[in-house]
């Protein structure tokens, strides 16, 4: 089994000095969506499931046109929710993540004031993942190592999502204790391929990540994070 975790391209996070919440992908950020859509145009999918934010649907329609497919939005690959600062001076939200950078470990848990908790996030990300992964027929086993039970080995599904979003995905398939600062664990390029694969077990699976934020279908000067 292989799931293939891809990350948004560059979005409009600031238009006019403003905030903008939900924002669209910039112009390079759609140049970076066709180059990903080319580089997995040819890749064969069991299924492409797409965050429900704009800027991970505008990334995924180019790949979704090439490969002939619907778009299929599923709500558990949303990114961590911040706080309701739309249209607000941009210097405000630069300033509360100054402050979440500098807290002492274990506050960062908290998250920004007004937004998502860290630790709530974690949780909401794991649970989606672990439901995702049981409707599919993925099942951790009953032992402290992370083996797992997978009732389609030769499965590939691609989740295009956000940076956190992956990377507390990431963290739940390799059997990583969650940290508050996931983003920063796991370092994911714009339009970045992750790809994590199933390993066999004398008594089940393990998840292995063999790529990592993989941006070689990026010139040099077209890769942001």
Do not use: C
């Not at 090439?66 to 309701?84: F, K, Q, S, T």
């Amino acid at each position: 089994m292989e799931i293939v975790l891809i990350r948004h391209g560059e979005p409009e996070w600031v238009r006019e000095g403003l905030t903008v919440v939900d924002p669209p992908l910039t112009d390079l950020g759609h140049r970076q969506a066709a180059l990903l859509a080319d580089a997995l145009g040819r890749e064969p999918f069991d299924e492409i499931l797409v965050s429900p934010l704009l800027r991970a649907r505008q990334t995924a329609a180019p790949l979704l046109e090439a490969l002939g497919r619907p778009e299929a939005i599923d709500p558990w690959l949303e990114e961590i929710r911040d706080p309701v600062w739309h249209g607000t001076p941009a210097e405000k939200a630069a300033e509360a993540y100054a402050e979440l950078r500098g807290r002492k470990a274990e506050d960062r848990w908290h998250g920004l004031s007004g937004g998502e908790s860290m630790r709530d996030f974690v949780a909401r990300i794991r649970a989606g993942a672990t439901q995702f992964l049981a409707d599919r027929g993925v099942v951790r086993a009953e032992m402290d190592l992370p083996v797992w039970h997978i009732a389609e080995p030769g499965a590939r599904i691609a989740l295009i999502a956000h940076a956190g979003t992956n990377s507390v995905t990431i963290g739940h398939l390799l059997g990583l204790d969650p940290t508050p600062w996931e983003w920063d664990r796991f370092v994911i390029g714009h339009t970045s391929i992750s790809r994590v694969e199933a390993m066999e077990l004398e008594d089940g699976y393990s998840f292995g990540l063999s790529k990592l934020s993989d941006v070689e279908h990026l010139a040099a000067d077209q890769r942001t994070r």
